[in-house]
């Protein structure tokens, strides 16, 4: 197997500096792949597809150069984590609900935000995978993220608590919430809103506790509740939960 830090610089400098930054993240289970990297939409050209072998859907050729690139980020981050698993690079599509279609025996996340993308995978496919990468909030989009995505009860705790700033604390909910949304998805294989999970309690240094405020499956019944891996840096959160997939 080829060492994790040539598999990245050779993902980085095919994409031109495209990608850049590329590093992999510490975890306790080697059978779990977290990659991290920076993406410069400004360096996004076409061809990039090809020359990193990332299969370009016809519904994206479309989208804006935006949407491409950090398609491209995502799918090439993706394909790398797969060659650090030792397994064939092949296209991860996307499906119905525009989630990504893992190849067989992989299972995983993407997440990309303002220039920043991680991509989790695993190839234990009893475990359900989830991420999400969010700006601390401020302004328009900090009053949004209290209007859409946060109970009154949870914003009461966010203003009491004095573990960390409020905007922190407020997005890392937000991203929590669609880490587990992304993590659930394939045991639950519908939309569940924001209302579905709430925070029970101010979080420790690395875990947040969500839990659930309704029942989503039968395995997966109202006051269910998961710890969520968190960090925050340089102005951004990185929110993760691998969990067993309750179905096995
Ligand atoms: C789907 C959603 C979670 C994506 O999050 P986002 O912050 O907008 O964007 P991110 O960059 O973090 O993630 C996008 C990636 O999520 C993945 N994704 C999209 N839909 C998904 C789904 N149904 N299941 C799993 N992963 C999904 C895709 O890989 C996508 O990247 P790609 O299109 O390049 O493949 C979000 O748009 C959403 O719909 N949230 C509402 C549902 C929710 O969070 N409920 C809370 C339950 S408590």
Redesign the pocket.
């Known amino acids: 197997m080829l060492p994790v830090e040539q598999i990245l610089r050779t993902c980085q400098t095919r994409s031109n500096e495209f990608l850049h930054q590329l590093q992999i993240l510490e975890t306790s289970d080697a059978s779990v792949v977290s990659l991290i990297g920076r993406y410069e939409t400004g360096r996004f050209h076409e061809d990039l597809f090809s020359v990193l072998g990332v299969h370009q859907p016809e519904r994206l050729a479309k989208a804006v150069v935006k949407r491409r690139a950090?398609?491209l980020a995502?799918?090439s981050l993706a394909q790398a984590a797969l060659t650090v698993l030792g397994k064939v690079p092949e296209p991860?599509s996307?499906?119905p609900?525009?989630?990504?279609v893992w190849p067989k025996g992989i299972v995983g996340?993407?997440?990309?935000?303002k220039g920043r993308c991680v991509v989790c995978l695993s190839d234990r496919i009893e475990l359900l995978i989830?991420?999400?990468?969010?700006n601390v909030a401020g302004g328009p989009a900090l009053d949004s993220i209290f209007h859409v995505?946060l109970s009154s009860d949870e914003a009461d705790l966010i203003r009491q608590q004095s573990v960390m700033p409020q905007e922190t604390l407020a997005t890392l909910v937000f991203s929590a919430?669609?880490t587990?949304?992304?993590a659930l998805?394939?045991a639950v294989g519908r939309?569940?809103?924001?209302?579905?999970?709430e925070l029970k309690s101010a979080p420790s240094d690395t875990t947040l506790k969500?839990g659930l405020t309704k029942s989503l499956t039968p395995e997966l019944s109202k006051g269910h509740c998961f710890d969520i891996g968190f960090s925050v840096n340089g102005g951004a959160v990185l929110t993760r939960l691998v969990l067993p997939d309750p179905r096995r």
């Not at 939309?191 to 999970?197: N, P, Q, V």
């Open positions: 950090e398609f995502g799918r991860v996307i499906g609900n525009r989630e990504p996340s993407i997440t990309h935000s989830g991420l999400d990468i969010e995505a919430k669609e587990l949304f992304k998805f394939p939309f569940f809103g924001f209302d579905y999970a969500l």
